[in-house]
T-cell receptor
Framework: SQQGEEDPQALSIQEGENATMNCSYKTSINNLQWYRQNSGRGLVHLILIRSNEREKHSGRLRVTLDTSKKSSSLLITASRAADTASYFCATGGGTSYGKLTFGQGTILTVHP | GAVVSQHPSRVICKSGTSVKIECRSLDFQATTMFWYRQFPKQSLMLMATSNEGSKATYEQGVEKDKFLINHASLTLSTLTVTSAHPEDSSFYIC??????????FGSGTRLTVV
């Protein structure tokens, strides 16, 4: 079963707009990661946020984590058509690099 | 950065035959590799965790005799789908874990069984 639930399942926006995706999880975590997957390809790591962090930035990406609500959000600012992809959150792993559990994912489409 | 090479990227096979998928860590040693299955527009579902030199650990509901995993070296893990049937058609992705690079994913294999 999937640890993470993501919403929305699909998001369609225009270039230049911001895209926000949310992820909820059920058990306690050490960290939470966000990945991107282009259609028919593997996953690319975007950002990792630790359980003692509340917000993290990387370029146009902003991730927040609320451990009290067991939720995280990924914000992509000033979106581009090249941002079109599926985005997944993942929990698990830890210091021993064990298995990850992925959320259901959000399919983002950015229209030029 | 770390690179995981997965081959083949696409394969079409006849029902009843076996297919082998390779996953190689190119510039690092991966003591642990993971195999996932993904259906269209769905998330990744972990099939098994593969540790070098030991038997793979399969997730509940995954048939170990159907999905044979071999991790004979620190840079190579293989997944063999035995006696493939159309319902095995899917996208298979491997991932390698390393303390220096975290999790690195292969580019996936699209398996179509006809």
């Amino acid at each position: 079963s999937q640890q993470g639930e993501e919403d929305p399942q699909a998001l369609s926006i225009q270039e230049g707009e911001n895209a926000t995706m949310n992820c909820s999880y059920k058990t306690s975590i050490n960290n939470l990661q966000w990945y991107r997957q282009n259609s028919g390809r593997g996953l690319v790591h975007l950002i990792l946020i630790r359980s003692n962090e509340r917000e993290k930035h990387s370029g146009r990406l902003r991730v927040t984590l609320d451990t009290s609500k067991k939720s995280s959000s990924l914000l992509i600012t000033a979106s581009r058509a090249a941002d079109t992809a599926s985005y997944f959150c993942a929990t698990g792993g830890g210091t021993s690099y064990g298995k990850l559990t992925f959320g259901q994912g959000t399919i983002l489409t950015v229209h030029p | 950065g770390a690179v995981v090479s997965q081959h083949p990227s696409r394969v079409i096979c006849k029902s009843g035959t076996s297919v082998k998928i390779e996953c190689r860590s190119l510039d690092f040693q991966a003591t642990t590799m993971f195999w996932y299955r993904q259906f269209p527009k769905q998330s990744l579902m972990l099939m098994a965790t593969s540790n070098e030199g030991s038997k793979a650990t399969y997730e509940q509901g995954v048939e170990k005799d159907k999905f044979l995993i071999n991790h004979a070296s620190l840079t190579l893990s293989t997944l063999t789908v035995t006696s493939a049937h159309p319902e095995d058609s899917s996208f298979y992705i491997c991932s390698a874990a390393d303390r220096a690079y975290g999790y690195t994913f292969g580019s996936g294999t699209r398996l179509t069984v006809v």
